[in-house]
């Protein structure tokens, strides 16, 4: 099973970014999917999660602003960031909870986001 993550950048404060990840192999079946982040110097953070049936949550700090998604047929979620800030610069990571051979959590690669001021 792979996360290919895509969809990271620069972008001026205020602007917009659409992050992508895409879950690929032997999926029986995905439970959540999610996007966290990891600044320097700092401790990887959950930024949104969504389950399988739609249900979401996010960080305070992202909340009205960030948007997650997921098409189940695609195997994919999507993170729309609107109204970025220069805090918001990560690194981001997709994840998934998943059943392949076993059940287990996956993580994709990491993309880079970097919102200047």
């Known amino acids: 099973v792979q996360l290919q993550a895509s969809g990271g950048g620069l972008v001026q404060a205020g602007g917009s970014l659409r992050l992508s990840c895409a879950a690929s192999?032997?999926?029986?079946?995905?439970?959540?999917m999610g996007w966290y982040r990891q600044a320097p110097g700092k401790q990887r953070e959950l930024v949104a999660e969504?389950?399988?049936?739609?249900?979401?949550s996010y960080a305070d700090s992202v909340k009205g602003r960030f948007t997650i998604s997921r098409d189940n047929a695609k195997n994919t979620v999507y993170l729309q960031m609107d109204s970025l800030k220069p805090e918001d610069t990560a690194v981001y990571y997709c994840?998934?909870?998943?059943?392949?051979?076993?059940?287990?959590?996956?993580w994709g690669q990491g993309t880079l986001v970097t919102v200047s001021s």
């Open positions: 969504i389950t399988s049936g739609g249900s979401t």
């Open positions: 192999g032997h999926i029986v079946s995905i439970n959540f």
């Open positions: 994840s998934a909870d998943l059943m392949t051979y076993y059940n287990g959590r996956f």
